[in-house]
């Protein structure tokens, strides 16, 4: 499996700010995800970051809110805008192939005050 | 859409003995089924997974089995150890595609010593 890795691990922000948090992966991979885990709670899927062209969205969650970039095909972004304390959550990264199971990064534990 | 149901949410055993959970799914053409175990801190963890044409797979002390009919799947663990603690997901989707996995609600492990 591929080795993934964020940055940063963890942050505290105020309120209105926005936060970026990269995903690094050490081999090319097809695709990559990001999910949102609120505290306690399951994971939800907020979009398909495609190299190469715009994300991919699941219902509930807009570009204006959580911009993603994929330069290439080991790196995507996500950026959390105008943070709000709901928005406090760990952001997980993950890779996957089509016919492959999909493998997650260690998070991004966000806390916004 | 697809749902998938996780239970218990909170399961506490005594160590050396069995843990079992279950998971319901909603989605008839979902053939493609996940285990991750999630460590305070840390990434969702990957531990087996099965495909619909398995109704059972065994990995050492932790086995996964499926009833296809009845829409439902089980992760079985023997003889329990301290390690085990944690947050269990089981989760759901359509192989060919390796997106949109959707994943149960979660169930808090916890081994007794």
Same mark, same amino acid.
């Not at chain 1, 936060?19 to 949102?36: A, E, G, N, P």
């Not at chain 1, 062209?53 to 972004?77: C, H, M, Q, W």
């Not at chain 2, 859409?1 to 319901?24: F, Y």
């Given at each position: 499996s591929a080795v993934i890795s964020q940055k940063p691990s963890r942050d505290i922000?105020?309120?209105? *700010?926005? @936060? +970026?948090?990269?995903?690094?992966?050490d081999s090319q991979v097809t695709m990559m995800f990001w999910y949102r885990q609120q505290p306690g709670q399951s994971l939800t899927l907020i979009a398909t970051a495609n190299q190469g062209s715009e994300a991919t969205y699941e219902s509930g969650f807009v570009i204006d809110k959580f911009p993603i970039s994929r330069? =290439?095909? +080991? %790196?995507?972004? @996500? *950026?959390?805008? =105008?943070?709000?304390? $709901?928005?406090?959550s760990i952001y997980l990264c993950s890779v996957g192939a089509p016919g492959d199971t999909q493998y997650f990064g260690p998070g991004t534990r966000l806390t916004v005050l | 859409?697809? =749902?998938? !149901?996780?239970?218990?949410? +909170? @399961?506490?055993?005594? $160590?050396?003995?069995?843990?079992?959970?279950?998971?319901t799914y909603s989605d008839s053409a979902s053939n493609y089924f996940p285990w991750?175990?999630?460590?305070?801190?840390?990434?969702p963890q990957l531990i087996i997974d099965i495909r619909s044409n398995v109704g059972e797979k065994k990995d050492q002390r932790i086995a996964v089995t499926l009833n296809k009919t009845a829409k439902h799947f089980s992760l079985h663990i023997t !003889? *329990?150890?301290? $390690?085990?603690?944690?947050?269990? %997901?089981?989760?759901?989707?359509r192989y060919s595609s390796a997106s949109k996995i959707i994943f149960g609600s979660g169930t808090r492990l916890s081994i007794r010593p």
């Amino acid at each position: 499996s591929a080795v993934i890795s964020q940055k940063p691990s963890r942050d505290i922000c105020q309120r209105g *700010t926005s @936060l +970026t948090i990269q995903c690094q992966v050490d081999s090319q991979v097809t695709m990559m995800f990001w999910y949102r885990q609120q505290p306690g709670q399951s994971l939800t899927l907020i979009a398909t970051a495609n190299q190469g062209s715009e994300a991919t969205y699941e219902s509930g969650f807009v570009i204006d809110k959580f911009p993603i970039s994929r330069p =290439n095909l +080991t %790196f995507s972004t @996500l *950026t959390v805008s =105008n943070m709000s304390p $709901e928005d406090s959550s760990i952001y997980l990264c993950s890779v996957g192939a089509p016919g492959d199971t999909q493998y997650f990064g260690p998070g991004t534990r966000l806390t916004v005050l | 859409g697809e =749902n998938v !149901e996780q239970h218990p949410s +909170t @399961l506490s055993v005594q $160590e050396g003995d069995s843990a079992v959970i279950k998971c319901t799914y909603s989605d008839s053409a979902s053939n493609y089924f996940p285990w991750y175990k999630q460590e305070l801190g840390k990434g969702p963890q990957l531990i087996i997974d099965i495909r619909s044409n398995v109704g059972e797979k065994k990995d050492q002390r932790i086995a996964v089995t499926l009833n296809k009919t009845a829409k439902h799947f089980s992760l079985h663990i023997t !003889e *329990t150890q301290p $390690e085990d603690s944690a947050v269990y %997901f089981c989760a759901a989707s359509r192989y060919s595609s390796a997106s949109k996995i959707i994943f149960g609600s979660g169930t808090r492990l916890s081994i007794r010593p």
